[in-house]
């Protein structure tokens, strides 16, 4: 089945450090990878995502590379900011074959990894 | 555009008792997700709804259910409830459900079980 291993957290940094929280997955099919934050008290926002491989995508200074040759999708950001605390959900959804049954559209999900920047 | 919405945001229940949850997709988003999140666990798919028609299923008991209506509104239903789920329930709606389509989350409802 489908799977995503993100590293523990909690990460925590200080303002202006590098980022980077590590992400693998298995997957069967051709996986989409999407990156996820969560604020506190709230639902789940797209970060970014990456439908094929050696893509990259991004968005708020945050980063991550579609590595199929490592089933990789790491994200990372130059410059952290304390609005960056937050939990960070690294996610897979793979297109299986019609014939397959089941869930095939579902995103399976990280754990999830939190950090927190202090100023 | 409004967002996701999910009512109620928090619920309190006892052992035995049901609960529905409600989720209102962004207008035009015809796929309804429904995840669980807890601590120990973290996300969960529970059902993906679309065209009122429940499309994929996740590993929980029969005790949860759902239903999506015409104007793509969902609901899902926990029967018999127990101190385990307690957890955020979480609806993420897009326009056609899929790999590619964006999901997009609501605010989430908190469910405590006592």
């Known amino acids: 089945g489908n799977s995503v291993t993100q590293m523990e957290g909690p990460v925590t940094l200080s303002e202006e450090a590098f980022l980077t929280i590590n992400c693998t997955y298995t997957a069967t099919g051709y996986p989409s990878l999407f990156w996820y934050v969560q604020y506190p008290g709230e639902g789940l926002q797209l970060l970014l995502k990456a439908t094929k491989a050696d893509d990259k995508g991004s968005n708020k200074g945050f980063e991550a590379t579609y590595r199929k040759e490592t089933t990789s999708f790491h994200l990372e950001k130059g410059s952290v900011q304390v609005s960056d605390s937050a939990v960070y959900f690294c996610a897979l959804s793979a297109l299986l074959p019609q014939n397959s049954g089941g869930s095939n559209y579902k995103l399976t999900f990280g754990k999830g990894t939190l950090l927190t920047v202090n100023p | 555009k409004a967002g996701v919405t999910q009512t109620p945001r928090y619920l309190i229940k006892t052992r035995g008792q049901q609960v529905t949850l409600s989720c209102s997709p962004i207008?035009?988003?015809?796929?309804v997700s429904w995840y669980q999140q807890t601590p120990g666990q973290g996300l969960q798919f529970l059902f993906e709804?679309?065209?009122?028609?429940?499309?994929n299923k996740g590993n929980f008991p029969g005790r949860f259910s759902g239903r999506q209506f015409s104007n793509s509104r969902s609901e899902m239903n926990v029967s018999t409830l127990e101190l385990g789920d307690s957890a955020l329930y979480l609806c993420?709606?897009?326009?056609?459900?899929?790999?590619?389509?964006?999901?997009?989350f609501g605010p989430g409802t908190r469910l405590t079980v006592l």
């Open positions: 709804y679309f065209s009122e028609t429940q499309r």
């Open positions: 207008s035009g988003h015809r796929s």
């Open positions: 993420a709606t897009s326009l056609r459900g899929g790999p590619y389509n964006e999901q997009f």
